[in-house]
């Protein structure tokens, strides 16, 4: 799925923005462009939300920020970001100015494909959860056919993900028709797992840990970073597991109304970028500070937006330093119940200071 060209790009981020917080890159800019949407998925409410659109002058002033630069990997998502006013300019924007971005999609429409081949993204990621019944129980319309026909149409010209989500409304049963279909297709799988995103105006329960961790299909094992991320909810949500956030000092999010959260899960706001330079919303002092205090202690979520991103540059440095040396700089953390409880104690010694 990534390469090692990948993991160096990450590491060097990393390594900019410990060494100079007030001058942070970031690895990854996720924008959500519109709310508008073809699903009635039960896992995302957005399509009940009014119509609002991120304009394609406001991207532009996003894109010309100091915090991105020509590797930072930019997200174009919804909604569904096809059906944006202005998705075919934007696409030819980055297709002409940064052309290191990626498009998620539903696939209902044919438009995707169009779009795509003659804007080029980097890669598409098109949503699957399930097989045929599951499709339409989960995103309340009949477009399993729709998204397989978009992932044929372009598999073989531009790289392309299925994209499946874990939630309250299917199953491991589904995970692993998903992975068998990529398989098939020649095409990769990202896994994630259900969160509550305000954004998305979640509601509904996370997902219990109780045989969880006997459920995963062992078709899950042909890529590690699936595997440990699904494997490690199990621990995460037993409470056995504490790993800090970094990836909030590395990736960022812009939602259609332009308000900037701290992350995906937290109803933290770091600004607008209606009202603030995105350079002083990322690096300004007040959000540096609020950054770095989240960083430290949250333990929140387990998206995989965020949580992938420590999961392997942890287990990376793991192959070539022991722990001791990796807690020095990145600080304490536990994969799973550690009876000594160490890594609470360190926690609860640092929050105290």
């Known amino acids: 799925m990534y390469g090692f060209i990948d993991y160096a790009r990450g590491g ?57 630069s020509r590797n930072t990997t930019v997200g174009l998502e919804g909604g569904e970001f096809v059906l944006h006013p202005d998705a075919e300019e934007i696409m030819r924007f980055f297709a002409s100015n940064h052309p290191n971005y990626t498009l998620l999609t539903n696939g209902l429409t044919a438009r995707v494909v169009d779009l795509s081949l003659r804007y080029r993204p980097r890669r598409v990621y098109v949503s699957l959860d399930g097989d045929r019944d599951t499709y339409r129980v989960m995103r309340g319309c009949d477009g399993f056919d729709s998204a397989l026909r978009v992932v044929r149409a372009l598999k073989d010209r531009i790289p392309v993900s299925l994209m499946f989500c874990l939630s309250p409304w299917n199953s491991f049963r589904d995970m692993e028709f998903v992975i068998q279909l990529a398989r098939s297709l020649d095409v990769d799988v990202r896994i994630g797992i259900y969160g509550q995103m305000a954004f998305f105006d979640t509601t509904r329960a996370l997902l219990s840990a ?30 056995n597991l504490c790993l800090r956030c970094h990836s909030i000092l590395n990736q960022l999010v812009v939602h259609s109304n332009g308000d900037v959260p701290l992350c995906q899960n937290l109803a933290v706001k770091l600004g607008n970028v209606h009202r603030q330079p995105l350079d002083e919303i990322f690096n300004g002092a007040e959000s540096c500070a609020r950054q770095c205090r989240y960083a430290r202690h949250c333990n929140a979520c387990w998206i995989n937006f965020h949580r992938k991103f420590d999961i392997i540059m942890v287990r990376t440095l793991e192959r070539v330093l022991p722990k001791c040396l990796i807690e020095r700089v990145y600080g304490p953390y536990q994969w799973a119940a550690d009876t000594n409880m160490t890594y609470r104690k360190k926690i609860n010694e640092e929050s105290n200071s």
């Open 210 to 239: 109780e045989g969880f961790a006997k459920s995963i299909p062992h078709s899950l094992r042909q890529t590690t970073e699936n595997y440990d991320f699904v494997m490690l909810y199990d621990e995460w949500r037993r409470g």
């Open 12 to 68: 060097l981020f990393c390594l900019n923005n410990f060494l100079w917080p007030r001058h942070k890159k970031l690895s990854q800019l996720m924008i959500y462009a519109t709310t508008r949407c073809q699903s009635h998925c039960r896992h995302c409410n957005i399509w009940q939300k009014p119509h609002v659109d991120l304009p394609l002058s406001t991207i532009r002033e996003i894109m010309a920020s100091h915090c991105v």
